[in-house]
């Protein structure tokens, strides 16, 4: 086990698969799994500041496909909630989120909330298509201005 484990991780080891590292980081970390990905992508553009465009963009769409995950996810346990229990779930956080639709999606940039919104949002059964595109933008942003600046609180290009 720990060799597999090992041979993963040299495998995912920046700068040698740099974007794909950063894509699958990103990925997990837009699911409940408690994975961090700003720092990857903050230590692939200080490495190679020629790749920060091309970063901003495999992160967020590695995000958004976990954000897109986690939306079925939350889609899939609503259908088996009330196939078990044979009635829907009352709550007034989820009529509050609601009340917002796909546009609450904005908000899964949020650090902590922002995981488990998307999978509210499906068990919500709020439009998968609309939803993704709201994440798509709201994570956009938020990696766009954490590694705009870290870069600029820690100016220099890093020796490897």
């Known amino acids: 086990m720990e060799a597999w484990l090992q041979s993963l991780?040299?495998?995912l080891a920046l700068p040698e698969f740099g974007l794909s590292t950063v894509f699958v980081v990103s990925l997990l970390s837009a699911t409940l799994l408690?994975?961090?990905?700003?720092?990857?992508?903050f230590g692939l553009v200080k490495l190679d500041p020629s790749l920060f465009w091309p970063a901003m963009f495999v992160a967020t769409l590695g995000n958004t496909i976990g954000g897109g995950i986690s939306w079925w996810m939350g889609y899939g346990a609503e259908t088996l909630f009330e196939r078990t229990q044979h009635r829907k779930l009352?709550?007034?956080a989820l009529d509050w989120l609601s009340s917002f639709g796909p546009k609450a999606c904005?908000?899964?940039w949020l650090p902590g909330v922002g995981d488990p919104l998307c999978a509210v949002a499906g068990w919500l059964k709020l439009p998968f298509w609309p939803c993704l595109g709201y994440m798509a933008i709201g994570k956009f942003m938020r990696y766009l201005t954490m590694t705009g600046a870290l870069v600029w609180a820690f100016p220099g290009q890093l020796t490897p």
């Open 9 to 11: 991780l040299a495998a």
């Open 34 to 41: 408690p994975v961090g990905s700003e720092f990857a992508v």
């Open 90 to 92: 009352e709550a007034r």
């Open 106 to 108: 904005l908000l899964s």
